[in-house]
């Protein structure tokens, strides 16, 4: 069992930068494969990010590519988000999320965290 709590959202003007963490409880975090997903309104949740659980191999969606960077933390339990060159269509609610083999569809996962509003304004 393993519990996410998502954090660091907010607003910011277009070419900024935000910073979302995902702090997990349990001891067996190291097994999972952490990503972040994201959902506007109206719209599917869609992938972003994820990293397996030594955090050597990560994989980005298009629309991030080069300006996200997904890391993780196995001794503090944390799986961080770094967002740069913010564009207005990167507005979402993100979610961490956790599974054991990880994957590029929200049925791939097992656990959510609660989701943090990033807001993107022009």
């Known amino acids: 069992q393993v519990q996410l709590v998502d954090s660091g959202g907010g607003l910011v003007q277009a070419g900024g930068s935000l910073r979302l963490s995902c702090a997990a409880s349990?001891?067996?975090?190291?097994?999972?494969?952490m990503g972040w997903f994201r959902q506007a309104p109206g719209n599917v949740r869609e992938f972003v990010a994820r990293i397996n659980g030594n955090g050597a191999v990560t994989y980005y969606a298009d629309s991030v590519k080069g300006r996200f960077t997904i890391s993780r933390d196995n001794a503090k339990n944390t799986v961080v988000l770094q967002m740069n060159s913010l564009k207005p269509e990167d507005t979402a609610v993100y979610y961490c999320?956790?599974?054991?083999?990880?994957?590029?569809?929200?049925?791939?996962?097992?656990?959510w965290g609660q989701g943090t509003q990033v807001t993107v304004s022009s």
């Open positions: 349990g001891r067996t975090f190291i097994s999972y494969v």
């Open positions: 999320a956790a599974g054991p083999y990880g994957g590029s569809y929200y049925y791939n996962y097992d656990y």
